[in-house]
T-cell receptor, first 116, second 111 residues
Framework: DAGVIQSPRHEVTEMGQEVTLRCKPI?????LFWYRQTMMRGLELLIY????????DSGMPEDRFSAKMPNASFSTLKIQPSEPRDSAVYFC??????????????FGPGTRLTVL | KQEVTQIPAALSVPEGENLVLNCSFT??????LQWFRQDPGKGLTSLLL?????REQTSGRLNASLDKSSGRSTLYIAASQPGDSATYLC??????????FGKGTKLTVNP
């Protein structure tokens, strides 16, 4: 299995531009998570999906952030308009089952976003 | 609200030393605890997962323990090697799918 795939790996953009991050979870996994990592705040959960349905988006910082999961093999995280304080590494993770205490989360390599 | 703390924030040891990384959490009502490794500029690699009903898990030179009642976990690394240098993160899963992470311990193993 290729693992969780994220694209792009690096993104540099200017303030005010729209940014779209993409994620392909591990095949067969039905939970998907978006995290953000910064030096100040560490790793924070933004939103997670189960069976393509958003379950908890309480970590999404502002209305500028939105996430979709149109099918079991693809998800996007969009920031519109982007701001310099959005600069961070964004990780996608997937997990094989919902509700099972033992399910591990498997992380992608991350997208390093820089907003100038 | 669950909070996870890892101490120390950074640790430097000579090669061959055995070492212990610490993780504490405020709410003992967890389903599991996961230890991850993160190399610079890379994603997270899962090292060990301990269920709430378990006391420890072992993988190679790594041993993780869990004391749920006291809200503590340790990651023991035996015979450390320069290749073990990385940031080690612990994360706990509570009543939902959410993982709450500590800020990590940056380990440097010197040759």
């Amino acid at each position: 299995d290729a693992g969780v795939i994220q694209s792009p790996r690096h993104e540099v953009t200017e303030m005010g531009q729209e940014v779209t991050l993409r994620c392909k979870p591990i095949s067969g996994h039905n939970s998907l998570f978006w995290y953000r990592q910064t030096m100040m705040r560490g790793l924070e959960l933004l939103i997670y999906f189960n069976n393509n349905v958003p379950i908890d988006d309480s970590g999404m910082p502002e209305d500028r952030f939105s996430a979709k999961m149109p099918n079991a093999s693809f998800s996007t995280l969009k920031i519109q308009p982007s701001e310099p304080r959005d600069s961070a590494v964004y990780f996608c993770a997937s997990s094989p089952a919902r509700g099972l205490a033992g399910s591990e989360q498997f992380f992608g390599p991350g997208t390093r976003l820089t907003v100038l | 609200k669950q909070e996870v703390t890892q101490i120390p924030a950074a640790l430097s040891v000579p090669e061959g030393e055995n070492l212990v990384l610490n993780c504490s959490f405020t709410d003992s009502a967890i389903y599991n605890l996961q230890w991850f490794r993160q190399d610079p500029g890379k994603g997270l690699t899962s090292l060990l997962l301990i269920q709430s009903s378990q006391r420890e898990q072992t993988s190679g030179r790594l041993n993780a323990s869990l004391d749920k009642s006291s809200g503590r976990s340790t990651l023991y690394i035996a015979a450390s090697q320069p290749g073990d240098s990385a940031t080690y993160l612990c994360a706990v899963k509570g009543g939902s799918e959410k993982l709450v992470f500590g800020k990590g311990t940056k380990l440097t193993v010197n040759p």
